[in-house]
T-cell receptor, first 117, second 110 residues
Framework: DAGITQSPRHKVTETGTPVTLRCHQT?????MYWYRQDPGHGLRLIHY???????DKGEVSDGYSVSRSKTEDFLLTLESATSSQTSVYFC????????????????FGEGSRLTVL | TQLLEQSPQFLSIQEGENLTVYCNSS?????LQWYRQEPGEGPVLLVT?????EVKKLKRLTFQFGDARKDSSLHITAAQPGDTGLYLC??????????FGTGTSLTVIP
């Protein structure tokens, strides 16, 4: 199993409070991703990183920010949580992009369930 | 509107039946992947299809990539209760962004 640890695994918070989710990897993979999973939507990309301090927005980035100061850590921050951000958040890592001989396989953490009241 | 649409969203079948799950897009992909997810866990890669028209088999699972590289299908023969789970297709049409389909929740009844 890929060494990916998400913390916290479960969190309940109130609307308007800041929340930070952490993804830690021991694989030294270059690419890291944050997804949210909601019923009927599959997984939707929030932000991703292609190297230390190199990040970009995904399809649902509003209300979220990320930081990657070290290869192994990718943080997702909700500056002011809202009820619409109640979801299960997954971190994923990849050694390479899909294309050519590379599968671009994503390895996922076990998820962080966030409830915003 | 999501980049990858899957159908059906839910599927409940009896053990031994066959089924097909579809993944469609208006975009062209260099490759498409299929993942399977069990409750409380992250998705796990089943297969990657790269060439238009490609067919890959994984035991009772058959994966096909459309000729135009815009769609894919997953066919399961003689489904087993152990096949129960959420099946997701995924692809990166450009750059680094992996997009996932809406998912198909499969239940195989013994």
């Amino acid at each position: 199993d890929a060494g990916i640890t998400q913390s916290p695994r479960h969190k309940v918070t109130e609307t308007g409070t800041p929340v930070t989710l952490r993804c830690h990897q021991t694989e030294n993979h270059r690419y890291m991703y944050w997804y949210r999973q909601d019923p009927g939507h599959g997984l939707r990309l929030i932000h991703y990183s292609y190297g230390v301090k190199d990040t970009d927005k995904g399809e649902v980035s509003d209300g979220y920010s990320v930081s990657r100061s070290k290869t192994e850590d990718f943080l997702l921050t909700l500056e002011s949580a809202t009820s619409s951000q109640t979801s299960v958040y997954f971190c994923a890592i990849s050694e390479s992009l899909a294309g050519g001989s590379n599968t671009g396989e994503l390895f996922f953490g076990e998820g962080s369930r966030l409830t915003v009241l | 509107t999501q980049l990858l649409e899957q159908s059906p969203q839910f599927l409940s079948i009896q053990e031994g039946e066959n089924l097909t799950v579809y993944c469609n897009s208006s975009s062209v992909f260099s490759s498409l992947q299929w993942y399977r997810q069990e409750p409380g866990e992250g998705p796990v890669l089943l297969v990657t299809v790269v060439t238009g028209g490609e067919v890959k088999k994984l035991k009772r699972l058959t994966f096909q990539f459309g000729d135009a590289r815009k769609d894919s299908s997953l066919h399961i023969t003689a489904a087993q209760p152990g096949d129960t789970g959420l099946y997701l297709c995924a692809g990166a049409p450009t750059g680094n962004q992996f997009y996932f389909g809406t998912g198909t929740s499969l239940t195989v009844i013994p």
